[in-house]
């Protein structure tokens, strides 16, 4: 079965500095790998995705993940963070065997002036 | 704009009292999914549609039960609502690929008195 480990559970970083959130995934194939922010109080919002092609995706927001096999890793950045990107951050793997997802158990960002 | 919609946003209810959630969805998507996230954890998938089929979660309790009667709509129903029910309770739908987005709703916001 497929899992995913999200290392930090909060990190804090000054507005306009830059922001890395760290995903490791286990699954023996290749992985369907998904990053969803969530505001307080809202649902889950699609922040980017990789299933093949190239491996640095752009996705919305400003943000990008680049997914290394050799390191099972699916790390998300964005080079000058806002105040509004304040929010819970998921990472999830999907299978090829279904629909269904794994999330990591999230990270929290806190932004400060 | 396509989306799901769940209501009520936020629901109140007395312990041992049954208790309905709704979701709906203008996307058509076949699959549909009631998740159950608890402060600040990861979204824990309780069960899914896929068209007509139910798809339970082997670790979800017998008082959760669901229905979708069309494929717009899909219910969530908590037969006798404990303490430990209270939750954000999140619906999401998508196409049954493993590369799709899955498309959440807002959620609805629950509280066992």
């Known amino acids: 079965a497929q899992s995913v480990t999200q290392p930090d559970i909060h990190i804090t970083v000054s507005e306009g500095a830059s922001l890395e959130l760290r995903c490791n995934y286990s699954y023996g194939a290749t992985p369907y790998l998904f990053w969803y922010v969530q505001s307080p109080g809202q649902g889950l919002q699609l922040l980017l995705k990789?299933?093949?092609?190239?491996?640095l995706v752009q996705g919305i927001k400003g943000f990008e993940a680049e997914f290394k096999r050799s390191q099972s890793s699916f790390n998300l950045r964005k080079p000058s963070v806002h105040w509004s990107d304040a929010a819970e951050y998921f990472c999830a793997v999907g299978a090829t065997a279904d629909y269904k997802l794994s999330f990591g158990a999230g990270t929290t960002v806190t932004v400060r002036a | 704009d396509a989306m799901v919609i769940q209501n009520p946003r936020y629901q109140v209810t007395q312990f041992g009292k049954p208790v309905t959630l709704s979701c709906s969805q203008t996307l058509n998507h076949n699959v549909m999914y009631w998740y159950q996230q608890k402060s600040s954890q990861a979204p824990k998938l309780l069960f899914h549609y896929y068209d007509k089929d139910f798809n339970n979660e082997a670790d979800t309790p017998d008082n959760f039960q669901s229905r979708r009667p069309n494929t717009s709509f899909c219910f969530l129903d908590i037969r006798s609502p404990g303490l430990g029910d209270a939750a954000m309770y999140l619906c999401a739908t998508a196409l049954p690929r493993a590369e799709e987005t899955q498309y959440f709703g807002p959620g609805t916001r629950l509280l066992v008195l």
């Open positions: 990789y299933f093949s092609g190239d491996t």
